[in-house]
């Protein structure tokens, strides 16, 4: 029981972590373009993060029943696929590159399970195929994989776009009209990107707890609970269906981001905001508006994709619809290294933590 409870504890962890790491990005524009200051801008992704984390639970029954073989899973694997996460963040956040949480813990989650299953590769759930559509299909490939490819490059494209569409648009309005309508918009853009934030990244820890607490039922750890703790007990549900996510879950991973968020994160927002490309607040709406709708349609199918690459990728099309030369390739190819690294880097530290604790017998 207490290992439960510890597991549970660093998952909040984890999601406090994901707050101030992730929330960067979803504020780092409307800092950068100067519309609203550093804590006026944490205090409204706070809130927004909040709402957004309540809204839905497709990405948690993804994430707690669709990647990785649960009869595999025990608190120990839980505690590394975390552990495996966490250090890749707090890494990747000390140099300030905007990697993503999401992935760190999908990898982490793939190499404790991993791990746990002495090496056997069919505890991954690599690919179920849907009749109907693609995005409908579960597993690693339709969950991850392809999203991991369209959803940055939906940004990049979409942003383009969109900033293309509003240089037509706006030619004949003056520097200063345009700065002062898109400032006054753009706090409704970011609040947006917030949401979106919230209701696809708070949802992964929600997650990762039902999951826990699915292995520590179906273990028996439950068994004698007394009555004020029923609440803990969660029964595996049938395959061919999706676990589902009690209401204390989603307020306590709510909360927790939340909390995380009004901690900041100012080293990612520099290299977003700052150092890729120079934003203006038409630059910043055009950015948060194509990143959050990014991560809504993908929260609504299921996807824990990341909020890193999604406005990562706007920033860049926005920056190329200026001129390409305005974006900064060194800091690109390094933000990219990071992508790729990040499933990997982050389920190596996972699988490695849970074959040490396996040495040690446990």
Request: include cysteine.
């Amino acid at each position: 029981m207490a290992l439960v409870l510890t597991v549970i504890l660093v998952a909040l962890i984890f999601e406090y972590i994901n707050g101030f790491h992730d929330t960067a990005n979803s504020i780092a524009t409307v800092v950068s373009t100067r519309v609203l200051t550093p804590k006026a801008a944490i205090v409204m992704a706070a809130v927004t993060n909040l709402l957004g984390a309540m809204v839905g639970t497709a990405v948690a029954r993804t994430i707690s029943s669709g990647l990785v073989d649960a009869s595999f899973v025990t608190s120990h694997t839980i505690v590394c696929a975390l552990m495996g996460a966490i250090v890749w963040d707090l890494i990747t956040w000390y140099v300030g590159l905007p990697t993503s949480s999401s992935h760190a813990l999908v990898g982490g989650l793939c190499g404790a399970a991993l791990a746990s299953a002495h090496g056997n590769w069919d505890v991954l759930i690599w690919s179920v195929p849907s009749t109907t559509h693609w995005w409908e299909g579960k597993g690693l490939l339709y969950k991850v994989i392809i999203p991991m490819v369209t959803s940055p490059t939906c940004g990049l494209i979409i942003g383009f776009l969109v900033m293309v569409s509003l240089y037509v648009l706006l030619r004949s309005w003056t520097p200063h009209r345009v700065n002062v309508v898109f400032g006054k918009l753009q706090i409704l853009s970011a609040s947006y990107m917030g949401f979106s934030h919230g209701s696809n990244d708070a949802q992964k820890t929600m997650g990762i707890i039902a999951l826990t607490l699915v292995a520590a039922t179906k273990a028996g750890t439950f068994d004698h609970l007394p009555v004020w703790l029923n609440f803990l007990y969660t029964p595996e549900v049938p395959k061919g269906q999706q676990q589902g996510i009690a209401v204390w879950i989603k307020v306590v991973c709510a909360l927790t981001m939340a909390a995380g968020t009004a901690a900041g994160g100012w080293r990612i927002i520099r290299t977003l905001g700052h150092k890729m490309v120079k934003l203006q607040p038409v630059h910043g709406f055009a950015a948060e508006t194509t990143a959050a709708t990014v991560l809504f349609v993908a929260a609504k199918l299921g996807m824990p994709v990341s909020t890193t690459h999604a406005i990562t990728a706007s920033i860049m099309g926005v920056g190329a619809a200026k001129r390409f030369s305005a974006l900064k390739m060194g800091v690109v190819k390094s933000i990219l290294l990071a992508w790729l690294l990040t499933l990997p880097a982050s389920g190596l530290i996972a699988y490695l933590g849970m074959r040490a604790l396996q040495g040690f017998g446990w």
